[in-house]
């Protein structure tokens, strides 16, 4: 569903994600595990495109590498945002499934959406 290809993020010469690649499936849970500072959040950033990155992203097949955040938060692609930046006067569902307010298709979004979320 969603195809990840040598993504790189850099924080000028910090180089916080080393060309990784990886794919995320229907249906399918995708865990990373990593130290503090592994690079798991810039992972994250760098495939919406909320930090500068270097990737190929293709999402049912379509390459969508240029698409900017909002797009591909259209497309469903959903980054439920961690620690104290969540909304605390939402429940953990609708935290989870915030990004479809912007979709307005709530109710099928667990079919549709691919949503990251960190803990
Ligand atoms: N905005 C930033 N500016 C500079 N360096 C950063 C920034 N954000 C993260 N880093 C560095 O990038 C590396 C990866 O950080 P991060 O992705 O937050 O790791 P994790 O989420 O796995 O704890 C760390 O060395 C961290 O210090
Ligand atoms: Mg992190």
């Known amino acids: 569903m969603l195809k990840i290809k040598n993504l ?12 990784i690649s990886f794919d995320i499936n ?4 995708v865990s990373i595990l990593g130290a503090n500072g592994a690079g798991k959040t810039s992972t994250l950033y760098g495939i919406l495109k909320l930090v500068k990155e270097k990737r190929k992203l293709y999402f049912k097949e379509n390459d969508i590498s240029k698409e900017n955040t909002q797009k591909l938060v259209k497309r469903g692609l959903i980054l439920c945002p961690e620690n104290r930046r969540i909304f605390p006067g939402l429940n953990v569902e609708e935290n989870l499934k915030m990004g479809s307010f912007i979709r307005g298709d709530e109710k099928i979004i ?5 949503i990251f979320f960190q803990f």
């Open 110 to 114: 667990w079919k549709k959406c691919i």
């Open 8 to 19: 790189i993020v850099n924080y000028g010469h910090v180089n916080a994600v080393k060309n």
């Open 26 to 29: 229907k249906g399918e849970i």
